[in-house]
């Protein structure tokens, strides 16, 4: 019994300064990432955020971004600390989009769309360590991590000529996609697209225009909330259970957030 108070304990005190420690880090990000950065030496998409140094806190979407490049490829590495946004991803993915910065609006752009679920292939996430001995924790972020690959097998695109609008994560076609979440069960997404596909949308001296899309989460995964369909996907019966309703959601859940800037890819 004391044993098991200690690692409980244990871990309650290391939720807490991971909370104290994101607080101050994004205190000092800021709002929209600033400047054009390379690459790191070595970076290997994996859904791990090992190799990087987030240089912004995005309040409208409440996660932690950077945009890098190098020769080859554009990146973007998203980190959402908020259990509710991570499930707002996990339900309506993310979508990164790249345009020319002298266009007024987003048709044509190249778009990412990834993860890519739906009702029928959703991962099973513990989404909380909320009581969970110290010793389990491994277990359960091995577990969630297993269930979002084996459910995660494709992406979706539109404006990349040559490229098919579903695409495999194992495509080779030049999209590299992974997810995941770490000890701290912290949601982590990566990407890299290759320039090659983007080149449309580059301008003479290597602009581009960004948006980061969080799509809003689905009624299907909406904590709480249980539907009933036939083999045809057809709503049969929707239960709202007020006793699983979270008590302090993060409301931007329900709606499209973004965020928009312009990238310089350097040579």
């Known amino acids: 019994m004391f044993t098991s108070f ?9 939720l807490l300064l991971t909370i104290v420690t994101f607080n101050a880090s994004a205190q000092k990000l800021p709002n929209k990432q600033e400047k054009s950065i390379p690459a790191p030496a070595k970076v290997k998409i994996d859904g791990k955020a090992d190799e990087w140094t987030f240089q912004a806190y995005n309040n409208a979407t409440d996660v932690f971004y ?32 790249v345009n020319n910065p002298g266009k007024k609006s987003d048709e044509g752009a190249v778009t990412i769309r990834y993860p ?6 959703k991962p099973a996430v513990r989404f909380s360590l909320k009581n969970v001995p110290s010793d389990s924790v491994d277990y359960i972020v091995s ?26 994560v194992y ?7 992974a997810s995941g979440f770490d000890k701290e069960m912290h949601y982590i997404y990566e990407l890299s697209v290759s320039r090659k596909l983007i080149s449309d949308a580059v301008t003479p001296d290597g602009k581009i225009a960004y948006k ?16 009933n369909r036939d083999a045809n996907g057809t709503i049969m019966s929707l239960y709202v259970n007020k006793t699983n309703l979270p008590l ?5 859940i329900s709606v499209l957030t973004d965020i928009s800037g312009e990238y310089v890819l350097t040579k």
């Open 116 to 121: 890519l679920f739906n009702y029928k292939n």
């Open 6 to 14: 200690c690692k409980n304990t244990q871990l309650t005190l290391v």
């Open 143 to 168: 577990a969630n991590n297993k269930s979002l690959a084996n459910k995660g097998k494709f992406l979706r695109t539109a404006g990349i000529k040559g490229v098919d609008t579903l695409l495999s």
């Open 66 to 97: 950077t945009v890098a490049h190098d020769a080859d490829n554009i990146y973007l590495a998203v980190k959402a600390t908020d259990e509710y946004i991570a499930r707002k991803i996990l339900s309506g993915g993310i979508t990164f989009c």
């Open 248 to 252: 302090n959601p993060n409301m931007s």
């Open 171 to 177: 495509n080779t076609d030049g999209i590299n996609v």
């Open 212 to 227: 980061i899309v969080l799509n809003p989460i689905s009624m299907d995964d909406t904590p709480g909330v249980t539907i």
